[in-house]
């Protein structure tokens, strides 16, 4: 099987080794991954702030840079919930406009294919065991967009649990937002701040040595956080987590 991989804005910049994880992970389960050099950022913080015809020309563009694959797979739930939410309803405003099918055909091509990493795994695959190797204790922070707009429901845990050496503890709150919320954290600083104070309060609380999200952008709130309180709590990728093995394990940077 050949995918594409959508590494998304904030991974190439910020956190690259999530990506290059999310590429071991797949290649080590018999996935061949292309990644098209066109690719560039979806349009969220566009959207989100208000500017919809501004994100018009990304629709184009990462609809052609994608084009011809199956499954166009991506470590970012808050980015799948973009092109598969979003796209259509930007399509759809353009049509209302009287400004052509271009953008509705182009969200209708891609919008199916983008699945997140963990949909991939479970429901394409069919995979819960990935031969993981990660001998920490571990509590999971399941980001907004995943959560809530794509349904991910139990398969980040699913895929945790058989992680061979990894203890998962329950996260009181889980379902409660950790504040970051795109421009959101921006535009009311305060209120995000105090919302990650909660989030890390409940992580700290069970122990963990690392707190594991699908969403580097929830992950770079809160660890940010953690870093000027200077706390031991880890925020990694679950990529990562799946990534390492006995043969190559992660180690703490």
């Not at 992680?163 to 504040?179: F, I, N, R, S």
Request: overall charge neutral.
């Amino acid at each position: 099987m050949r995918v594409a991989l959508f590494a998304t804005c904030v991974n190439d910049a910020l956190f690259p080794a999530t990506a290059v994880a999310t590429v071991r992970l797949l290649e080590r389960l018999g996935v061949t991954v292309d990644f098209p050099a066109g690719q560039t950022c979806c349009g969220q913080p566009q959207y989100n702030t208000g500017y919809r015809r501004a994100c018009e020309p990304l629709v184009r563009r990462t609809a052609r840079a994608f084009a011809g694959y199956d499954h166009v797979v991506t470590p970012s739930g808050s980015c799948v919930a973009m092109v598969r939410d979003n796209y259509p309803r930007i399509g759809a405003r353009a049509a209302a406009e009287r400004r052509g099918s271009e953008l509705t055909d182009a969200a209708t091509a891609l919008a199916p294919r983008v699945v997140e990493l963990t949909e991939f795994l479970v429901d394409v695959l069919g995979v819960e065991d990935v031969g993981a190797y990660f001998p920490y204790s571990v509590t999971y922070h399941p980001s907004c967009h995943g959560l809530r707009m794509l349904g991910l429901g139990e398969r980040p845990l699913r895929l945790l649990r058989a992680v061979k050496g990894l203890e998962l503890l329950e996260l009181p709150g889980a379902q409660e937002c950790c504040g970051f919320g795109g421009t959101f954290a921006v535009k009311n600083a305060a209120v995000s701040a105090a919302m990650a104070e909660d989030k890390l309060a409940n992580a700290l609380g069970t122990g963990a040595q690392v707190l594991c999200g699908a969403d580097n952008s929830c992950l770079l709130h809160l660890g940010g956080t953690l870093r000027r309180r200077g706390d031991a709590l880890r925020p990694l990728h679950l990529a990562e987590i799946l990534a390492s093995t006995e043969e190559h394990p992660w180690r703490p940077s």
